[in-house]
């Protein structure tokens, strides 16, 4: 629920156990690899200066980085090619990865296997690609009402005749530049989004029309010369041979899939095996070696090295040292591991829309989880849309959009809370009361300037907790200056409140706090902010006082004082959005009421009804997800979070 420490762990090996390392080490999924060069050149990386570790520490002079093996990629590509062509999805196995593997034995196997499917995927390749040509002649269908023989036409002594496509911007451009040009230019119609052409020309202009027609990014379509003809008589021979070589390809089909199914286990592992050998070739880009040596860095989860101990027993002579985070040079940047409760994990991708959280920072994921719900749900809290939000979510997880769809049945579970305090049901007000007869419900257009204040004072609360993140990453980050006296630090809070509690009496007539004692406040809380710098560099004991001269400090300062103000005040006062979408919620739905009773119809009535909730649905969900967000990104992050992190992204299948 928070952001998980990681440690960076060093490993020097023997360079004939590299490969089955790595694997073990990728199939934990728990190692984000790093160039090691780097923390070499930084000095940092650590196996313990020993007399035990002499070999590995006087290796590392002529130390270098290990190059990919391009046959790997050739290899994982004959693999693609092979599988594409048999229309067939391997399964990609664990079991098959683990172990010991040759990279020279899995080249043998891939080449055997291939050889096998070799005619079979000769002969698909060729009949699809007939079929595709068939297809591409599709636009024959355009012309079949012309009574003209196109093998004629296109045996002329004296003309070239050219089918292709063209754009209407294109065709302009030949009219306006070649205004004396000998060709005729036919428009035959719009086929698949393009525009079709016939381009008749002298042959004697072929290569000055071949240069023009390139201009204009002229497609050209090649006809098989035995399909010319008649248009008409064209587009039988087409369909003809269509038809014959689908019979031939699902008879092939038929073939390749029970030959697939008997060699379905070594493809499988074929193809898991040189996935796998691809991905340790890319890690392999990220080490360093030597003749006997090689070294690795990578950096782990803390609570993870138990596992990595277990691999380590495997293997004789294998060197491992793990640092903190803290130990690890600045030049090489700390990653990011989140790891949030399950019901929150969806919000991480809203929240790193923003920017990732530092690893130093405070995470905000679950704060912004049970916010943006209550932001969601308060605006648009309907029981009846709510159900349709979690339902929508659940179809959506189950067809594989996961991480949307997750958001969606959560946020539809705010819309479903508020809904029920509204006593709200797909627009219609009274019917959950009707059933369930409570005191608990507070419908918006009975209760407006409730609505309206709650939504401020619910704002003032968010705003409050995020100084308290604020302050909290202050101290953590140790910029003390900030965290007593900035503007977003204790001196801020204390300055917010004294304005809420000065607003308050003004605007009630009803002093909470003897206003001498506040604007004493306020006083004091403006002068701290104008010498924030001195003073916190005068608490951490540094100097100079000041990061400019004094002149150009203040003059800042004063202008800081200025926005901290505005920004307080347009904080506080921006939240009422909350209140006044839940308003124009239940204002949309009067409205279609309204239309419906003109209609005056049961049919106009239902038609009403649906119309106006998937309207309302589609269109004013989107807005108060925006909405949401906005008051996040704007309002609270930008009070304590820097979001300037990169996440933890370890190297995986």
Same mark, same amino acid.
């Given at each position: 629920?928070?952001?998980?420490?990681?440690?960076?762990?060093?490993?020097?090996?023997?360079?004939?156990?590299?490969?089955?390392?790595?694997?073990?080490?990728?199939?934990?999924?728990?190692?984000?690899?790093?160039?090691?060069?780097?923390?070499?050149?930084?000095?940092?990386?650590?196996?313990?200066?020993?007399?035990?570790?002499?070999?590995?520490?006087?290796?590392?002079?002529?130390?270098?980085?290990?190059?990919?093996?391009?046959?790997?990629?050739?290899?994982?590509?004959?693999?693609?090619?092979?599988?594409?062509?048999?229309?067939?999805?391997?399964?990609?196995?664990?079991?098959?990865?683990?172990?010991?593997?040759?990279?020279?034995?899995?080249?043998?196997?891939?080449?055997?296997?291939?050889?096998?499917?070799?005619?079979?995927?000769?002969?698909?390749?060729?009949?699809?690609?007939?079929?595709?040509?068939?297809?591409?002649?599709?636009?024959?269908?355009?012309?079949?009402?012309?009574?003209?023989?196109?093998?004629?036409?296109?045996?002329?002594?004296?003309?070239?005749?050219?089918?292709?496509?063209?754009?209407?911007?294109?065709?302009?451009?030949?009219?306006?530049?070649?205004?004396?040009?000998?060709?005729?230019?036919?428009?035959?119609?719009?086929?698949?989004?393009?525009?079709?052409?016939?381009?008749?020309?002298?042959?004697?202009?072929?290569?000055?029309?071949?240069?023009?027609?390139?201009?204009?990014?002229?497609?050209?379509?090649?006809?098989?010369?035995?399909?010319?003809?008649?248009?008409?008589?064209?587009?039988?021979?087409?369909?003809?041979?269509?038809?014959?070589?689908?019979?031939?390809?699902?008879?092939?089909?038929?073939?390749?899939?029970?030959?697939?199914?008997?060699?379905?286990?070594?493809?499988?592992?074929?193809?898991?095996?040189?996935?796998?050998?691809?991905?340790?070739?890319?890690?392999?880009?990220?080490?360093?070696?030597?003749?006997?040596?090689?070294?690795?860095?990578?950096?782990?989860?803390?609570?993870?090295?138990?596992?990595?101990?277990?691999?380590?027993?495997?293997?004789?002579?294998?060197?491992?040292?793990?640092?903190?985070?803290?130990?690890?040079?600045?030049?090489?940047?700390?990653?990011?591991?989140?790891?949030?409760?399950?019901?929150?994990?969806?919000?991480?991708?809203?929240?790193?829309?923003?920017?990732?959280?530092?690893?130093?920072?405070?995470?905000?994921?679950?704060?912004?989880?049970?916010?943006?719900?209550?932001?969601?749900?308060?605006?648009?809290?309907?029981?009846?849309?709510?159900?349709?939000?979690?339902?929508?979510?659940?179809?959506?997880?189950?067809?594989?959009?996961?991480?949307?769809?997750?958001?969606?049945?959560?946020?539809?579970?705010?819309?479903?809370?508020?809904?029920?305090?509204?006593?709200?049901?797909?627009?219609?007000?009274?019917?959950?009361?009707?059933?369930?007869?409570?005191?608990?419900?507070?419908?918006?257009?009975?209760?407006?300037?409730?609505?309206?204040?709650?939504?401020?004072?619910?704002?003032?609360?968010?705003?409050?907790?995020?100084?308290?993140?604020?302050?909290?990453?202050?101290?953590?980050?140790?910029?003390?200056?900030?965290?007593?006296?900035?503007?977003? !630090?204790?001196? /801020?809070?204390?300055? #917010?409140?004294?304005? *809420?509690? $000065?607003? =308050?009496?003004?605007?009630?007539? %009803?002093?909470?706090?003897?206003?001498?004692?506040?604007?004493?406040?306020?006083?004091?809380?403006?002068?701290?902010?104008?010498?924030?710098?001195?003073?916190?560099?005068?608490?951490?004991?540094?100097?100079?006082?000041?990061?400019?001269?004094?002149?150009?400090?203040?003059?800042?300062?004063?202008?800081?004082?200025?926005?901290?103000?505005?920004?307080?005040?347009?904080?506080?006062?921006?939240?009422?959005?909350?209140?006044?979408?839940?308003?124009?919620?239940?204002?949309?739905?009067?409205?279609?009421?309204?239309?419906?009773?003109?209609?005056?119809?049961?049919?106009?009535?239902?038609?009403?009804?649906?119309?106006?909730?998937?309207?309302?649905? !589609?269109?004013? /969900?989107?807005?108060? #997800?925006?909405?949401? *967000?906005? $008051?996040? =990104?704007?309002?609270?992050?930008? %009070?304590?979070?820097?979001?300037?992190?990169?996440?933890?992204?370890?190297?995986?299948?």
């Amino acid at each position: 629920m928070a952001i998980r420490k990681l440690n960076m762990m060093n490993i020097v090996c023997k360079n004939e156990c590299l490969d089955e390392l790595l694997r073990d080490l990728i199939l934990e999924e728990n190692c984000q690899f790093i160039d090691t060069i780097t923390e070499i050149e930084e000095s940092d990386f650590s196996i313990g200066v020993t007399e035990k570790n002499a070999d590995e520490i006087l290796d590392m002079e002529d130390i270098v980085v290990l190059k990919e093996k391009k046959e790997v990629a050739e290899y994982l590509d004959i693999m693609d090619d092979m599988i594409k062509k048999l229309d067939y999805t391997p399964e990609v196995r664990r079991e098959y990865m683990h172990g010991e593997h040759k990279f020279e034995n899995i080249k043998n196997e891939i080449d055997e296997v291939a050889d096998k499917f070799k005619d079979i995927t000769q002969r698909l390749h060729g009949i699809n690609s007939k079929l595709e040509g068939l297809d591409s002649l599709g636009f024959i269908n355009k012309i079949k009402n012309i009574h003209v023989d196109f093998k004629d036409l296109m045996n002329l002594e004296f003309f070239t005749l050219k089918f292709g496509f063209l754009t209407k911007e294109k065709r302009k451009k030949i009219s306006q530049n070649y205004d004396n040009l000998l060709a005729i230019v036919l428009h035959l119609g719009s086929y698949e989004e393009k525009e079709l052409y016939i381009i008749v020309s002298p042959k004697s202009l072929d290569l000055e029309m071949s240069r023009i027609l390139r201009s204009t990014d002229f497609v050209e379509i090649e006809i098989d010369r035995k399909y010319l003809s008649f248009p008409e008589e064209m587009v039988k021979m087409i369909e003809a041979d269509r038809k014959k070589y689908e019979g031939e390809l699902k008879l092939l089909k038929k073939s390749s899939e029970e030959y697939i199914n008997s060699h379905k286990d070594t493809i499988d592992k074929l193809y898991s095996k040189i996935i796998m050998e691809s991905k340790i070739d890319n890690v392999r880009t990220k080490i360093a070696a030597t003749r006997n040596f090689c070294y690795i860095s990578t950096w782990v989860p803390d609570d993870h090295k138990g596992r990595y101990n277990d691999i380590f027993k495997k293997y004789s002579n294998v060197l491992v040292a793990y640092k903190n985070s803290e130990e690890v040079s600045n030049k090489i940047p700390i990653p990011t591991f989140l790891k949030n409760l399950f019901f929150f994990k969806p919000f991480e991708t809203l929240v790193n829309m923003y920017g990732v959280p530092s690893h130093d920072e405070l995470d905000t994921t679950t704060f912004f989880g049970l916010a943006y719900i209550f932001f969601f749900g308060a605006m648009f809290g309907d029981l009846g849309q709510g159900l349709v939000f979690v339902g929508a979510g659940l179809f959506l997880v189950k067809k594989g959009m996961g991480n949307f769809g997750s958001l969606m049945w959560r946020i539809g579970l705010g819309s479903i809370f508020f809904g029920i305090i509204y006593d709200s049901f797909f627009g219609y007000e009274h019917i959950i009361s009707k059933f369930f007869p409570l005191s608990i419900y507070i419908r918006p257009m009975e209760n407006i300037n409730s609505i309206l204040l709650a939504a401020v004072a619910s704002g003032v609360i968010l705003l409050l907790i995020s100084y308290g993140y604020s302050i909290f990453n202050k101290v953590k980050a140790k910029e003390f200056g900030e965290a007593f006296f900035g503007r977003n !630090g204790i001196n /801020g809070v204390v300055l #917010f409140l004294t304005l *809420l509690v $000065l607003i =308050y009496g003004i605007a009630t007539g %009803k002093d909470v706090i003897p206003r001498v004692i506040l604007y004493l406040l306020l006083t004091i809380s403006v002068v701290l902010l104008v010498v924030k710098e001195p003073l916190g560099n005068i608490l951490m004991g540094n100097r100079p006082l000041y990061s400019e001269t004094p002149g150009e400090y203040y003059t800042e300062s004063g202008f800081n004082v200025l926005e901290t103000f505005l920004s307080i005040l347009s904080n506080g006062i921006s939240f009422i959005r909350i209140g006044a979408f839940a308003l124009n919620h239940v204002g949309l739905f009067i409205a279609f009421h309204t239309v419906a009773d003109m209609i005056g119809s049961t049919t106009g009535n239902i038609s009403m009804f649906i119309i106006g909730n998937v309207i309302i649905i !589609g269109l004013e /969900g989107l807005i108060v #997800f925006i909405q949401g *967000l906005r $008051l996040f =990104y704007y309002e609270l992050f930008s %009070k304590y979070y820097k979001g300037e992190g990169v996440l933890f992204s370890p190297d995986k299948i």
